[in-house]
């Protein structure tokens, strides 16, 4: 067994790629970089900082992505680097799913970044909901036997606030609030509230609709995504908190789909 390992998990979004360092099988690193313009180089110096301290360390890194320009050039930087890379695909879902019995009939075009969520969010006794909150929301199902049943998507923060900026002509709004009331007097205010209670509210009921539809018993729910916390606390607003927040669950599943036994505490 080497003790002087380093394993890089990296989740690329469709905003943000996240990295996770974990050193001799412990977590120890969290790290965000935002999409854009010298991602490369952005991406070259967030590389020299989280291992500077890891010099001789054999090192890897696991990758689950939905961006592909993103991907390549994350690919680019780590190859320049030597560094042994591995990305989720269909083949390794479907392997897992064999060698583990998690049933994923969709295999061949699921997200990475769902399976991730999904096997992270297993659990052998109990059905799952996992509220997954970043540039889109979804939601995933999976019955107490393992089964996937399947997810819902819909727009997230960022990408209602854009959505709405671009289809009218009056509203400027660059940043939302956390209000303190769903009627608001100003349209910043006004579009906070209709962004928060309507992501809070959409998150509630489909939790409430899946369950009764899919006759979930003992039901895990886990919220997790870049705007896990802002979600959670939308959701609180409506009496409902019956939820757990991990914001790493994606991390935890590319660790699981990779066989890294991985201590996140």
Do not use: W
């Not at 018993?217 to 870049?226: A, E, L």
């Amino acid at each position: 067994m080497n003790d002087k390992k380093v394993v890089l998990l990296i989740d690329i979004g469709n905003t943000n790629i996240h990295f996770g360092l974990c050193v001799s099988n412990k977590f120890v690193n969290y790290s965000q970089v935002k999409i854009g313009e010298d991602l490369s180089d952005i991406l070259d110096i967030l590389l020299d900082r989280m291992l500077r301290d890891y010099d001789g360390y054999e090192t890897r890194a696991y990758i689950s992505s939905v961006n592909r320009n993103a991907c390549g050039a994350l690919l680019d930087v780590l190859e320049n680097r030597q560094i042994r890379n591995m990305s989720i695909s269909p083949f390794l879902i479907f392997d897992y799913c064999k060698k583990t019995g998690l049933e994923i009939s969709n295999y061949h075009f699921l997200g990475s970044d769902l399976f991730c969520d999904i096997i992270a969010a297993k659990d052998e006794r109990r059905s799952a909901l996992v509220l997954d909150c970043g540039t889109c929301f979804k939601l995933l199902g999976m019955d107490e036997s393992g089964k996937f049943l399947g997810g819902s998507i819909a727009p997230g923060k960022s990408m209602m606030l854009s959505c709405l900026n671009q289809g009218t002509d009056l509203l400027n709004v660059s940043e939302t609030f956390f209000p303190n009331s769903t009627l608001m007097l100003s349209t910043e205010g006004a579009v906070s509230s209709g962004i928060t209670f309507g992501l809070g509210g959409m998150a509630v009921k489909m939790i409430e609709k899946t369950i009764i539809d899919f006759k979930l018993k003992d039901c895990k729910i886990i919220v997790t995504g870049g705007d896990c916390q802002y979600l959670a606390k939308s959701m609180n607003g409506f009496g409902f908190d019956n939820f757990t927040v991990d914001s790493l669950l994606i991390l935890k599943g590319i660790a699981l789909a990779f066989k890294e036994n991985i201590n996140f505490d």
